[in-house]
C-alpha cells in the first residue's frame, strides 16, 4: 500500500529555532508539493518539486523557509528562524505529472508544528 | 475573486439525505476537478475526480461538472454520519500551466443521524 510518509508528525519548538520536516513521496511520483493548512487560511501550496527541480516556490516567504530534495526519496521543508505564526499543519503531496497531463496528488499525514 | 471558492458551510443533512456540495472556479481554462474529503486532524484524501462535462458516479458519490457555467458539485446519495467532514474542491488550470492543485476553503459537511 503505497503512501507518502511524513515526520515528524508532531512539533513543538520555540520561536528562533529550527525547524526541519521531512517526506518521503510515493515511489514512482515526479512530483512533490508542500501545502501549509491554517484555519484562517485554508490550505495553500507552499512549493514544489518536478523530477527534483524547484518549479515554484512563490508561496513560501524566502526569507525564512527553504524547500529541497535531495534525491528522488526525500523532500525537506525548514524554517529558519521559526515564529508563531508558522504554527500549522504542512502536509507534503506526491503525484505523477506526464506531459501536460496531471494526476491526482496523494497527501502524507501531515507535520502538525507549534512554534511557542 | 478566489480562484475557487466554496461555501464554508457547515451544511447540514439527516442521515439518508442527498447532501449537495458545490464548488466555482474562475479560470475558465481549467481542465482537471478534483474532490477531496478531509476529516478533522487527517489529511486530504481524493474521493473522486472529473474532466469531462456532465456526471460522474462511483458509489454514493456523483461529481458533476458544467465548464460553460464554471462550476463542479458532488452528490452523495444516502449520507451516513461518516461522511461528516470538510469536502475540499480542487483545480487544475491554464492559470498555472496546468501544473498545480488550487484548492477551494472547503465546506463542512454534518450528517446527523
Known amino acids: 500500500d503505497a503512501r507518502v510518509t511524513q515526520t515528524p508528525r508532531h512539533k513543538v519548538t520555540e520561536m528562533g529555532q529550527e525547524v526541519t520536516m521531512r517526506c518521503q513521496p510515493i515511489l514512482g511520483h515526479n512530483t512533490v508539493f508542500w501545502y501549509r493548512q491554517t484555519m484562517m487560511q485554508g490550505l495553500e501550496l507552499l512549493a514544489y518539486f518536478r523530477n527534483r527541480a524547484p518549479l515554484d516556490d512563490s508561496g513560501m516567504p524566502k526569507d525564512r523557509f527553504s524547500a529541497e530534495m535531495p534525491d528522488a526519496t526525500l523532500a525537506t521543508l525548514k524554517i529558519q528562524p521559526s515564529e508563531p505564526r508558522d504554527s500549522a499543519v504542512y502536509f507534503c503531496?506526491?503525484?505523477?505529472?506526464?506531459?501536460?497531463?496531471?494526476?491526482?496528488?496523494?497527501f502524507g499525514p501531515g507535520t502538525r508544528l507549534t512554534v511557542l | 475573486q478566489k480562484e475557487v471558492e466554496q461555501n464554508s458551510g457547515p451544511l447540514s443533512v439527516p442521515e439518508g439525505a442527498i447532501a449537495s456540495l458545490n464548488c466555482t472556479y474562475s479560470?475558465?481554462?481549467?481542465?482537471?476537478f478534483f474532490w477531496y474529503r478531509q476529516y478533522s486532524g487527517k489529511s486530504p484524501e481524493l474521493i473522486m475526480f472529473i474532466y469531462s462535462n456532465g456526471d460522474k458516479e462511483d458509489g454514493r458519490f456523483t461529481a458533476q461538472l458544467n465548464k460553460a457555467s464554471q462550476y463542479v458539485s458532488l452528490l452523495i446519495r444516502d449520507s451516513q454520519p461518516s461522511d461528516s467532514a470538510t469536502y475540499l474542491c480542487?483545480?487544475?488550470?491554464?492559470?498555472?500551466?496546468?501544473?498545480?492543485?488550487?484548492f477551494g476553503t472547503g465546506t463542512r459537511l454534518l450528517v446527523s443521524p
Open positions: 480542487a483545480v487544475i488550470g491554464r492559470n498555472t500551466g496546468f501544473q498545480k492543485l488550487v
Open positions: 479560470d475558465r481554462g481549467s481542465q482537471s
Open positions: 503531496a506526491s503525484g505523477l505529472v506526464r506531459g501536460t497531463s496531471t494526476d491526482t496528488q496523494y
